[in-house]
């Protein structure tokens, strides 16, 4: 069979192939443990008028395909709240934070994904070395020579100073047999994803947080000015009153009641202006700004013309998981939470790394780059788990664990969304229809003050009616600039609570 040892060095070559291609299809087309993920689909309403506890009154929704837009804080036509918005986005300290966040998922994916590839690292050195004249590597010596004056020699020469030169690189690459890198990187895009979506609850955060407290102080600011407005109404008519009591028209009464009237609304100025003060700053902090730095932009505005609000534009109820960020980042966790199952899983099973090494290494710097001084290796690395306590398994039950918390947790974060919604929803009809009743009440009450007043200065009544229809006409214009003030507000909360998040805002890190 003079042919057999031939065929079968053949094949004795062919194998390392063989095996290495093998390995690589197994590879690459090999399973991932693990279970897969499978979308969420949260349930909606076929309508915004149903899922809804509060009064028919109150459910009254345009219906309509179309979505409110992004920069809602526009609709109220006001500039300095526009410039406010952007300030804002530019320089507000928790959206950088968001922002950096979201910066460093993106990063850790970046990691996670290179481990895709194989390592190689480039190494070298110059070392200077000398060997113990008693140590290991003389061991041999005394078994094959016997001890005398050559031993010695050897010894003494083997144990002088030497340097060694030393350089190469070394290659390792593990087989992603399992899929556990699959799945880390499958988590990584979740926990970038989570963050993109946590980034666009900043973003809707800070623009609603900035509106709300930009109509609080205007709110306040509109007080103040009617505070002192009444402030100085009930001046005039004291000294009338004042004038009236040393001619001897009327008694002390009537001039003491409006002394009272006129020391309860200064009363009121002090805390209003300490809301105002309270609201700047808090303006202010959301922009990144110091105490008193906005001043100037926050000045009461003058001969102001309300905007009405538009029409709520609410889309489609079934698109509010895409919409409203806080329920994509819980989707993204519960992604998270099922790839890191497969990670798990994977750690159960055997895993392989290939490695290889070349170098060159000499004593003698005039041979180092010759081709004898070359030193190699390459072959795979096993590793068998075979006992650990039940480690791996029981973080695999932890993940297991960790995915149905997530589960729940998404499922209570849909069911929170729709709760908001109806809640929003509910308060803006309601303030919608107190402030046209407020409406009315001030044209009524004006016109009770108007006639009272007109009696009483010819003389039907007495001094009470008028100082009775005064008070509740004071009193009901300052309740419709609150109701006006916290309309506006309730439309922030509705855009809110819809996930209107900014589009296209500056995302400061975000684009490393």
């Known amino acids: 069979m003079p042919f057999e040892r031939p065929t079968s060095r053949t094949a004795l070559h062919a194998v390392p192939h063989t095996l290495a291609a093998s390995l690589l299809a197994l590879a690459l087309s090999g399973c991932a443990v693990g279970p897969d993920f499978n979308k969420a689909e949260p349930q909606a309403p076929e309508d915004w008028t149903a899922w809804r506890s509060a ?77 113990s004249e008693n140590g290991s590597g003389v061991r041999l010596l005394d078994v094959l020579l016997p001890s005398g004056p050559f031993r010695d020699q050897v010894v003494s020469l083997l144990a002088q100073p030497f340097t060694l030169y030393q350089a190469g690189f070394d290659l390792s690459w593990e087989i992603d047999l399992w899929g556990r890198i699959r799945r880390s990187v499958e988590a990584s895009d979740a926990d970038v994803a989570r963050d993109a979506a946590l980034l666009d609850l900043a973003r809707l955060s800070l623009a609603s947080d900035v509106a709300r407290n930009y109509f609080e102080l205007r709110t306040t600011q509109k007080q103040i000015r009617l505070l002192r407005e009444d402030i100085s109404v009930l001046s005039d008519r004291l000294q009338l009153l004042d004038a009236q009591v040393r001619g001897g028209a009327i008694n002390h009464l009537s001039l003491e009641q409006q002394r009272a009237e006129l020391a309860a609304a200064k009363a009121q100025l002090p805390p209003l202006l300490a809301q105002e003060s309270a609201s700047a700053n808090q303006i202010a902090l959301l922009l990144g700004e110091r105490p008193g730095a906005l001043h100037d932009e926050l000045q009461p505005l003058k001969g102001e013309a309300r905007a009405a609000l538009p029409d709520l534009a609410l889309g489609l109820p079934s698109e509010l998981a895409r919409r409203r960020p806080d329920i994509r980042a819980a989707e993204a966790r519960l992604h998270n939470a099922t790839a890191s199952i497969g990670v798990a899983q994977a750690d159960l099973y055997p895993s392989i790394r290939l490695g290889a090494r070349f170098g060159f290494e000499s004593f003698s710097s005039s041979e180092f780059a010759d081709w004898g001084s070359r030193t190699w290796s390459i072959g795979p690395t096993l590793n068998l788990p075979l006992f650990d306590q039940g480690r791996r398994r029981s973080v695999v039950q932890l993940r297991e664990l960790q995915q149905q918390e997530a589960a729940v947790a998404f499922q209570r974060t849909v069911l929170l969304a729709w709760h908001e919604i109806d809640d929003a929803l509910s308060g803006y009809a309601a303030e919608q229809h107190q402030a046209r009743e407020l409406q009315s009440r001030v044209e009524a009450t004006q016109q009770a003050y108007q006639l009272a007043q007109a009696r009483y200065d010819g003389g039907a009544i007495d001094f009470l009616p008028v100082l009775d229809s005064q008070r509740s006409y004071l009193q009901a214009r300052h309740d419709l600039v609150a109701s006006q003030g916290r309309l506006n507000t309730r439309f922030v909360t509705v855009n809110k609570a819809l996930g209107n998040a900014p589009i296209g805002s500056p995302s400061q890190g975000a684009e490393n």
């Open 55 to 131: 009064d028919d009154s109150l459910r009254s929704v345009p219906a309509t395909a179309e979505a409110l837009p992004s920069d809602w804080w526009r609709a109220f036509g006001d500039p300095v709240l526009n410039r406010l918005q952007q300030r804002a986005f530019e320089g507000s300290p928790d959206l950088l934070t968001a922002a950096l966040r979201f910066a460093q998922a993106r990063t850790q994916r970046r990691m996670v994904e290179a481990q895709w590839a194989p390592e190689i690292d480039l190494n070298g050195g110059i070392n200077r070395q000398r060997l």
